[in-house]
């Protein structure tokens, strides 16, 4: 019995909203040297931990689902937009929820950058969230992780794979609007933009391939492909790598100039569904956005044989996606005793 207390009382400890990332010793997956540090590769897990809340907010996950799936059952594109937050807040200074201020007077809010301008959506889930964790967990699980639960919940519930997430993110009290116009990657991006941006994360190209087959479900703009249909290379012609048809369907919704916010699927066999349809897209000339069709084509080489190894066998997407988001999930998050815990996700306490 002492020794049952003394074991539960340790791992409260260990669990404890204190937990810091100065713990040397903690980290899993092999490799990795110890927490703290730049986007680190290779099971470096900054002291995260999936059981982070296995104490203080047990059903942390359980929420997080039950509104996820009312909310997906609402409005389907949901899941999509859900899961491209948690890439959008991580690519910007690290996983701290910094996407979800608003406007004050010390924020200039990331939601009025380039990439995330009539684009982002999804807020209203994340407050639905919130609040009711604040209700059955006052002031305990931060919004940077429940954009990482949301993004695996979004998959998970759009027929795709699952991983545990490592928790005890801490939300940042700043965010940056001019970081969220520099490392976000622009769709009309060359492959060896895309590899320097995720390089820069600290993600490879096994990274870069199967996070971008998160394109398998969603939409995109007509601005955020326009330049592929009508000119491509600065000569008025259009990107010859996409198929025909295709080309000819996306023109007759994407006008040469106006109508930049219709919207178009990215997976247009599956839009709804998280399956490796996309790589199979991409190898017909289908691939929505420059920066998905140069996966393929942009003379990678070892980007060109994920695709083609993605769309052959989705258990092996689905491995590498899972991975990619745990590695992508744990881009220098605050721990310890930085940043705070939100109270609203919108503003800083
Ligand atoms: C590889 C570089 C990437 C580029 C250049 C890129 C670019 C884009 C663009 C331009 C859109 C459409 C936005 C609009 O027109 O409003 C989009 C949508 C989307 N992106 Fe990416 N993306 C990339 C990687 C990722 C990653 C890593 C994820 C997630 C892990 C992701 C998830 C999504 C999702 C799910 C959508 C659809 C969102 C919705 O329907 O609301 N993307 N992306």
């Known amino acids: 019995m002492v020794l049952k207390v003394s074991f539960s009382f340790v791992l409260i400890v260990l669990l404890s909203s204190t937990f810091s990332s100065a713990h040397p010793g903690l980290n899993w997956g ?81 939601k009025r950058s380039n990439p995330n301008r009539n684009s982002i959506r999804g807020f209203e889930v ?50 940056s609007i001019s970081l969220s116009n520099r490392d976000i990657p622009p769709p009309n991006s060359t492959l060896q933009n895309l590899v320097n941006f995720f390089n820069r994360q600290g993600l490879d190209e096994v990274n870069l391939v199967a996070l971008s087959g998160s394109h398998t479900i969603g939409v995109a703009r007509c601005v955020s492909f326009r330049q592929r249909l009508y000119n491509q290379n600065e000569d008025n012609r259009p990107d010859e790598t996409l198929e025909r048809s295709y080309y000819y369907g ?62 052959e066998d989705e258990g092996l997407f689905f491995n590498h996606f899972a991975k990619s988001m745990v590695k992508m999930g744990n881009i220098s998050p605050l721990t310890g005793s930085n940043g705070e815990v939100r109270k609203n996700c919108r503003r800083i306490n």
């Not at 609402?74 to 701290?96: T, W, Y």
């Not at 916010?261 to 190898?283: A, G, H, M, T, V």
């Open 30 to 110: 092999g490799g990795g040297g110890g927490g703290g540090g730049s986007g680190g590769y290779g099971g470096d897990y900054f002291g995260l931990l999936p059981e982070f809340y296995q104490y203080s907010c047990p059903q942390a996950n359980d929420i997080v689902m039950s509104a996820l799936e009312k909310a997906i059952l609402r409005e389907p594109r949901m899941a999509a937009s859900l899961l491209r937050l948690h890439f959008h807040d991580c690519f910007v200074q690290g996983c701290d929820a910094s996407v979800l201020l608003d406007d004050s007077a010390t924020i200039a809010s990331e």
């Open 126 to 175: 994340i407050d639905e969230i919130k609040a009711k964790l604040e209700e059955e967990c006052p002031q305990t699980v931060s919004c940077a992780d429940i954009l990482a639960l949301t993004a695996r919940g979004s998959t998970i519930l759009s027929g795709g794979p699952d991983w545990e997430v490592p928790l005890g993110r801490r939300d940042s009290r700043t965010a």
């Open 250 to 311: 996306l023109t007759s919704v994407c006008p040469r100039s106006g109508g930049d916010n219709i919207i178009s699927p990215l997976d247009l066999r599956s839009p709804r569904k998280f399956d490796n349809s996309y790589f199979k897209l991409i190898l017909g000339g289908k691939g929505l956005l420059n920066s998905d069709e140069v996966l393929l084509t942009g003379n990678g080489g070892r980007t060109t044989e994920l695709v083609k190894s993605y769309a």
